[in-house]
T-cell receptor, first 114, second 116 residues
Framework: AQKVTQAQTEISVVEKEDVTLDCVYE???????LFWYKQPPSGELVFLIR??????QNEISGRYSWNFQKSTSSFNFTITASQVVDSAVYFC???????????FGQGTELSVKP | GAVVSQHPSWVICKSGTSVKIECRSL??????MFWYRQFPKQSLMLMAT?????????EQGVEKDKFLINHASLTLSTLTVTSAHPEDSSFYIC????????????FGPGTRLLVL
């Protein structure tokens, strides 16, 4: 069975702080894909990143960075120098290569206060 | 690129009426489209997967006669909530992928349905 766990339900930080959102996944597949999506208060899910199971290189995109570690089945997301506009619910998700459905974590609600 | 639109964004209707929600991929052809339902403070729940020109595949517990899905073209899928009741009030969000279920899903802005 596949599962995604985002243990942090809510996180609150002050602007300019760095914050890491944790994601731990479970799967028996050797080929799978991991995603992060951002859901601002407007409701739309914004795609942030997709990573396949064979690519463990960390990725940086502006203030966003992702740390993929297969040894611990984790795909953590760090926002550096957080801004109020980063306030949203962030979802981590997993899908396998056999056409299974996208499995979402419960989401982490990030609140960045000025 | 990879923009998905949904219409309407908000709908309020009386109990017993049917409501149609459209999902369009604006700048790509979507082989597969997905419909999700989301309750407040919860994650997304997949309702059904649809491929262009074929019948939708519904998740367990989702009534296919209640939630009619039509994927008439590679850019349009519709969800019709038939004989809506207050318990159908929710946030409905669609997504589309270019080439298959394992590809990146791009999500629409969602539709908030309130049934009185």
């Amino acid at each position: 069975a596949q599962k995604v766990t985002q243990a942090q339900t809510e996180i609150s930080v002050v602007e300019k702080e760095d914050v890491t959102l944790d994601c731990v996944y479970e799967t028996r597949d050797t080929t799978y894909y991991l995603f992060w999506y951002k859901q601002p208060p407007s409701g739309e899910l914004v795609f942030l990143i997709r990573r396949n199971s064979f690519d463990e290189q960390n990725e940086i995109s502006g203030r966003y960075s992702w740390n993929f570690q297969k040894s611990t089945s984790s795909f953590n997301f760090t926002i550096t120098a957080s801004q109020v506009v980063d306030s949203a619910v962030y979802f981590c998700a997993l899908i396998n290569n056999q056409g299974g459905k996208l499995i979402f974590g419960q989401g982490t609600e990030l609140s960045v206060k000025p | 690129g990879a923009v998905v639109s949904q219409h309407p964004s908000w709908v309020i209707c009386k109990s017993g009426t049917s409501v149609k929600i459209e999902c369009r991929s604006l700048d790509f052809q979507a082989t597969t489209m997905f419909w999700y339902r989301q309750f407040p403070k919860q994650s997304l729940m997949l309702m059904a997967t649809s491929n262009e020109g074929s019948k939708a595949t519904y998740e367990q517990g989702v009534e296919k006669d209640k939630f009619l899905i039509n994927h008439a073209s590679l850019t349009l899928s519709t969800l019709t909530v038939t004989s809506a009741h207050p318990e159908d009030s929710s946030f409905y969000i669609c997504s589309a992928s270019i080439s298959g279920v394992q590809e990146t899903q791009y999500f629409g802005p969602g539709t908030r349905l309130l049934v009185l």
